[in-house]
């Protein structure tokens, strides 16, 4: 009886030691599920965030990182107010006082000469060392990359121009020529100068003040495009669908 007791005994120890192992492994594979299941990835969602123009990197990455972008988000205070400082002296000479640019340059030119052709002469009267005046040469590699550069951004320009000109996309067309058309009337307004000018002040303005408040301006342009969009379709449906396209649009159908 006792051996029969002991037997029972061993047994049901036994089978404790298996439920608390299957229990043990219930758990782990609950908790491996657990961590197995997939969580919000953040840049996933920060993705479906709204940007204007479809910006996915920060403002000052988008103009290229480097110390221009650093000029144009005034990261160094003192730098930008000298850049729109000195662009702002030059649209008053040129614009409010309506002096030339050949006359400016020439009368810098004759005003620095003077001055260095003095104190080349006169240096040694006054015992001081003459002026060193250090050799310019402009290096070739700038000059070529910045060639390269803008061949690329004509080159590029006629592509685009051609591609709206062969009636391949109404949509683009149509936009190329509601802004050449606000161009041509802010064009009226003022002379290219002012108008170049003005462009200037507003890249050194608008970027900073849209890094500022980025969410509220992609919060109501999300808005507005929404409303364009749904204008376009409007339009397009009663006006747009009614055009012919072009031929080049039907021979890539056929």
Same mark, same amino acid.
Request: with cysteine; proline share 5%.
């Given at each position: 009886?006792?051996?029969?007791?002991?037997?029972?005994?061993?047994?049901?120890?036994?089978?404790?030691?298996?439920?608390?192992?299957?229990?043990?492994?219930?758990?782990?594979?609950?908790?491996?599920?657990?961590?197995?299941?997939?969580?919000?990835?953040?840049?996933?969602?920060?993705?479906?965030?709204? /940007?204007?123009?479809?910006?996915?990197?920060?403002?000052?990455?988008?103009? &290229?990182?480097?110390? #221009?972008?650093? +000029?144009?988000?005034?990261?160094?205070?003192?730098?930008? @107010?000298? +850049?729109?400082?000195?662009?702002? @002296?030059?649209?008053?000479?040129?614009?409010?006082?309506?002096?030339?640019?050949?006359?400016?340059?020439?009368?810098?030119?004759?005003?620095?000469?003077?001055?260095?052709?003095?104190?080349?002469?006169?240096?040694?009267?006054?015992?001081?060392? #003459?002026?060193?005046?250090?050799?310019?040469?402009? #290096?070739?590699?700038?000059?070529?990359?910045?060639?390269?550069?803008?061949?690329?951004?004509?080159?590029? &320009?006629?592509?685009?121009? /051609?591609?709206?000109?062969?009636? /391949?996309?109404?949509?683009?067309?149509?936009?190329?020529?509601?802004?050449?058309?606000?161009?041509?009337?802010? &064009?009226?307004?003022?002379?290219?100068?002012?108008?170049?000018?003005?462009?200037?002040?507003?890249?050194?303005?608008?970027?900073?003040?849209?890094?500022?408040?980025?969410?509220?301006?992609?919060?109501?342009?999300?808005?507005?495009?929404?409303?364009?969009?749904?204008?376009?379709?409007?339009?397009?449906?009663?006006?747009?669908?009614?055009?012919?396209?072009? #031929?080049?649009?039907?021979?890539?159908?056929?």
């Amino acid at each position: 009886m006792a051996e029969h007791d002991k037997e029972d005994s061993v047994g049901e120890s036994m089978m404790d030691k298996i439920s608390e192992k299957i229990q043990g492994h219930d758990s782990s594979s609950d908790s491996n599920s657990d961590h197995e299941k997939p969580k919000p990835n953040s840049d996933s969602l920060q993705s479906k965030i709204y /940007r204007l123009f479809g910006r996915e990197k920060p403002v000052h990455e988008v103009f &290229g990182g480097g110390k #221009p972008a650093d +000029v144009f988000l005034w990261r160094n205070k003192k730098i930008s @107010a000298g +850049v729109l400082g000195g662009a702002t @002296a030059l649209w008053v000479l040129f614009e409010l006082l309506e002096y030339n640019l050949l006359t400016l340059v020439c009368h810098c030119l004759i005003v620095a000469l003077a001055l260095l052709f003095l104190w080349s002469n006169f240096s040694t009267f006054i015992n001081k060392s #003459p002026p060193r005046i250090p050799e310019v040469r402009i #290096p070739e590699e700038p000059v070529l990359q910045i060639a390269a550069a803008l061949r690329f951004e004509i080159n590029r &320009g006629f592509a685009v121009l /051609r591609d709206i000109a062969s009636g /391949r996309d109404l949509k683009k067309f149509l936009s190329v020529i509601a802004g050449l058309w606000v161009l041509s009337i802010v &064009g009226s307004w003022c002379n290219f100068l002012t108008l170049f000018y003005f462009a200037f002040v507003l890249l050194h303005t608008v970027p900073v003040i849209y890094e500022k408040y980025d969410d509220q301006v992609d919060a109501f342009a999300e808005k507005a495009m929404i409303e364009i969009k749904k204008q376009y379709a409007v339009f397009n449906a009663k006006v747009l669908s009614k055009i012919p396209m072009g #031929p080049l649009k039907d021979k890539k159908k056929v």
